[in-house]
T-cell receptor, first 112, second 113 residues
Framework: GENVEQHPSTLSVQEGDSAVIKCTYS??????FPWYKQELGKRPQLIID?????GEKKDQRIAVTLNKTAKHFSLHITETQPEDSAVYFC???????????FGTGTRLAVRP | NAGVTQTPKFRVLKTGQSMTLLCAQD?????MYWYRQDPGMGLRLIHY???????AKGEVPDGYNVSRLKKQNFLLGLESAAPSQTSVYFC????????????FGSGTRLTVV
């Protein structure tokens, strides 16, 4: 089955700096890559996603890039703010059905 | 429009007891999923369903059973709870073609003592 690795597990940045979280996947047929943000005690919420026919997607301060050849994708957050502090999960949809395989999460802390 | 609703939100069980977690969605989604979340391990798929009357095993199905008798409901059962099943359980649903990803419920925090 699909395997997704996510790095780093923790990340601390100064407010206003950029943060980058990286994921790799194993199934070359994977075609959909969402990112979820989970605040403490809350449910994961979709913040951005990208499909395999696109190399980059941007939504205000958040962007996701995809390198299909290398089988990795990354989340970029610019001008970080304290409210960006949360756990971020990447995920990949493999070749069988709509099941998502999740990475192990990155705890992002933005220092004021 | 409530989205995905999970009940209960919290539960403490003794080893060997049984319980059922209920997930209900009002978005007419075909697919529904049960995940468990443990520290440092992300979200792992327990069971899922691609439509009413269907169920399938995920990554960590042992010790759990599921049923999808109605399209809007997906039940997760623990027949004989074990301390290793202490976790936060999330239900999710989707259209099945990843148009908008998953919608998650608010989670159930289960402790087995």
């Amino acid at each position: 089955g699909e395997n997704v690795e996510q790095h780093p597990s923790t990340l601390s940045v100064q407010e206003g700096d950029s943060a980058v979280i990286k994921c790799t996947y194993s199934d070359s047929a994977s075609n959909y890559f969402p990112w979820y943000k989970q605040e403490l005690g809350k449910r994961p919420q979709l913040i951005i996603d990208i499909r395999s026919n696109v190399g980059e997607k941007k939504d205000q301060r958040i962007a996701v890039t995809l390198n299909k050849t290398a089988k990795h994708f990354s989340l970029h957050i610019t001008e970080t703010q304290p409210e960006d502090s949360a756990v971020y999960f990447c995920a990949s949809r493999g070749s069988s059905g709509d099941k998502l395989t999740f990475g192990t999460g990155t705890r992002l802390a933005v220092r004021p | 429009n409530a989205g995905v609703t999970q009940t209960p939100k919290f539960r403490v069980l003794k080893t060997g007891q049984s319980m059922t977690l209920l997930c209900a969605q009002d978005m007419n989604h075909e697919y529904m999923y049960w995940y468990r979340q443990d520290p440092g391990m992300g979200l792992r798929l327990i069971h899922y369903s691609v439509g009413e009357g269907t169920t399938a095993k995920g990554e960590v199905p042992d010790g759990y059973n599921v049923s999808r008798l109605k399209k809007q409901n997906f039940l997760l059962g623990l027949e004989s709870a074990a301390p290793s099943q202490t976790s936060v359980y999330f239900c999710a649903s989707s259209h099945g073609d990843s148009r908008r990803g998953y919608t998650f419920g608010s989670g159930t925090r289960l402790t087995v003592v």
